[in-house]
């Protein structure tokens, strides 16, 4: 790898009699090929690519610092905005780590709502991933088809979470609510229709002359030296090492859902492509295998059955009418109206040191007043012991990893982000130099560079 | 087979400060002369074959249990209430050496995908002359993930060779990963003038 190549002195020994000279050329910071901002400085030996440098932290915003500085709980919007193509994996993911920190569990049907809502992110992340990269290459139809199936994800996504994007769903030891009613059903259909689109996407893609000459042999890695840089996720199972944190181990419901783990052999941008698509593919199968084992969780009524509506229940408990409240379960609404209701308790741990009590407690009894108050107060809140965890979860781009000391405060005394595609940015040089210039944008396409998880 | 930790414990024993497992991860804390010949050893030693470094990083432990959020800000604290204590059983963590003496600490998580382990190792590092040896020679992963502790902490990795900042730009001051930056410093604002 040429190390900082800007330095080094251009001139090449001339050809015959004609003088000739390394051009440097500025690819970014804001350039439509970029995605979001970062800058390439490319040292040119006619079309050829002979030195980079690849310069990084335009969006830098402190996110260490800040989960440094907020409780737990507070991170959680955070984490929303580092891979922000799939911000449910994030959201998990940090969750995660915070409750083994705590060594809490959550319940299983949350462990399943968690598989399927990771897997809804990853296939949108992977969609605009090729999609970009398609249309960067000429491919716009591919892009539209695909733009348009991740809409239908996004509208799974906010039928969920109550958002498209900036979801926040994830809670330490839970999440933020229920599936919604016929979420099973129209997933499937949703489903199907994306299967569809992957095949006309395919169609227009795999075989295609153009394609095919853009993407294979350019941007190859050998697998050896793609695990030296630390690279993981699609990347380096395109390079044929079939290393995957959710087969290597297993969390969530992963260990109970069948699935495999494409490879590809040479290690270019095609076979990154054949990957991604065959990955899209299995996240179906697990989001179909996961909706049919999802366990219901416990459902309580009182003695007659009666549930009240739960704005009624709080004006009622304001009032002072909470005689029986105890015993009586509200269906909520898991949509963002919802939000401001009780939480279904069977999408959540019983586990009282992190989980906010079900509104109906916090307004009906001294318990749960005092549970929520412990948990909300300033200088309360979430604590874990003191301890340090690393949690790797499978993000869309490769390991996503959070390592948390905590100094028994209620917050994270160092919180740190392992971004996927952090390394796979150091890596960009070795990727690029001997290519051709026109290179440069299929191989930065299969990066899948994001920039608030690199940046951070 | 011995676990890597016990490889890695019985090649360096002069040079182990200490040891731990906190749920079920085991830590060696390791002195840092040792760091380039036990960066070798992990790599290419069969039973540990780390080929991975997953993450390298830095913790400041300046305000360590210091800090004001340590405790809860009420005159008399009240004490959890029997439900939301932690379970009797929960294990208990000790960083391993004085946070007086080491004011930082590298910490490199390893993972090899031949034999799907993890480890870590954490280097200590006093705040008087803060600098480890680099292992970009080892594992190239390491050669950006040190430039960003460089950048952030401020800590200097001899034999790298290309230590400039990466996230921040060069004429930042300071590195804002440290304790003792402040989190609403300002730094005066850079480019051309217009």
């Known amino acids: 790898m040429a190390v900082a190549p800007v330095q080094r002195q251009a001139a090449s020994p001339a050809a015959g009699s004609i003088e000739t000279r390394h051009m440097f050329l500025n690819i970014g910071p804001s350039h439509p090929a970029m995605h979001g901002i970062v800058q390439l400085v490319t040292e040119l030996d006619g079309e050829r690519v002979v030195g980079a440098d690849v310069e990084i932290g335009y969006l830098h915003r402190c996110f260490e610092k800040h989960a440094e500085a907020s409780p737990y709980n507070n991170v959680i919007p955070y984490t929303d905005r580092l891979n922000y193509v799939s911000p449910l994996i994030n959201n998990f993911g940090f969750c995660l780590a915070v409750e083994r920190l705590m060594d809490i569990q959550v319940t299983e049907r949350c462990q399943y709502i968690r598989t399927i809502m990771s897997e809804v992110s990853r296939i949108t992340d992977h969609l605009t991933c090729v999609g970009a990269s398609a249309m960067e290459i000429g491919a716009f139809t591919v892009f539209l088809y695909m733009i348009k199936a991740r809409e239908w994800l996004n509208e799974l996504t906010e039928l969920v979470t109550g958002a498209r994007l900036t979801i926040s769903y994830g809670r330490v030891g839970g999440v933020k609510a229920d599936l919604p009613e016929g979420f099973a059903e129209r997933t499937r259909a949703r489903l199907e229709q994306i299967r569809g689109v992957l095949i006309e996407c395919d169609t227009l893609l795999t075989r295609n002359r153009i394609f095919m000459d853009r993407m294979q042999g350019t941007g190859s890695i050998s697998g050896e030296r793609a695990l030296s840089y630390g690279i993981t996720g699609p990347f380096l199972r395109g390079s044929g090492v079939a290393f995957d944190v959710r087969k290597a181990q297993p969390y969530f419901a992963y260990d109970k859902v069948a699935f495999d783990v494409p490879t590809g052999r040479q290690g270019d941008n095609y076979d990154r492509y054949l990957v991604r698509m065959e990955e ?90 005092m549970n929520h108050f412990k948990l909300i ?42 971004p996927p595609c952090f390394m796979i940015m150091a890596a960009l040089p070795e990727l690029i130099i001997g290519d051709q210039v026109a290179d440069i944008i299929p191989t930065f396409g299969s990066v899948n560079m994001i920039g608030g998880e690199l940046d951070r | 087979m011995a676990h890597p930790s016990e490889l890695l414990r019985q090649q360096f024993t002069a040079d182990v400060l200490a040891h731990h497992a906190y749920r079920g991860q085991p830590t060696v804390l390791l002195s840092r002369e040792a760091l380039p010949s036990a960066a070798r050893f992990l790599k290419d030693t069969p039973g540990l074959d780390f080929n991975v470094l997953m993450d390298l990083t830095a913790v400041d432990y300046l305000t360590f249990g210091k800090a004001q959020s340590s405790a809860p800000r009420l005159a008399t604290p009240s004490p959890l209430p029997y439900y939301m204590t932690p379970k009797a059983s929960a294990e208990t963590w000790e960083r391993g050496v004085s946070n007086d003496q080491y004011r930082f600490e590298v910490v490199y998580h390893f993972y090899s ?55 921040l730009y060069e004429s930042f001051q300071g590195h804002p990963l440290r304790k003792d930056y402040p989190i609403y410093k300002r730094q005066p604002l850079i480019g051309p003038k217009n």
């Open chain 1, 280 to 369: 899209m593919e299995q996240s179906m199968r697990i989001i179909e295998q996961a909706l049919a084992q999802i366990p219901d969780g416990p459902i309580n009524v009182d003695g007659e059955g009666k549930v009240l509506p739960a704005d009624v229940m709080v004006d009622e408990a304001k009032m002072g009418r909470v005689a029986g409240f105890k015993q009586v379960r509200v269906v909520a609404d898991p949509t963002l109206e919802g939000a401001t209701r009780g939480i279904r308790d069977d999408a959540v741990s019983p586990e009282r040191r992190a989980m906010l009590p079900v509104k109906e407690d916090t307004y009906g009894n001294i318990e749960g007043l």
């Open chain 1, 377 to 418: 107060m300033l200088g309360h809140g979430i604590r874990a012991p003191k301890g340090e965890y690393y949690s790797a979860v499978e993000g869309a781009n490769g390991e996503l990893g959070f390592y948390i000391v905590s100094d028994g405060s209620d917050r994270g005394y160092r919180v740190r982000v392992r």
């Open chain 2, 113 to 167: 995908t031949a034999l799907n382990h993890r480890l870590r190792v954490k280097v200590p590092v006093a705040a008087a002359e803060p600098s480890v040896a680099s292992v970009t020679s080892v594992w190239a992963s390491a050669n950006w993930m040190e430039r960003e502790v460089w950048d952030l902490f401020g800590i200097m990795f001899q034999g790298h060779p290309d230590l400039r900042r990466l996230l």
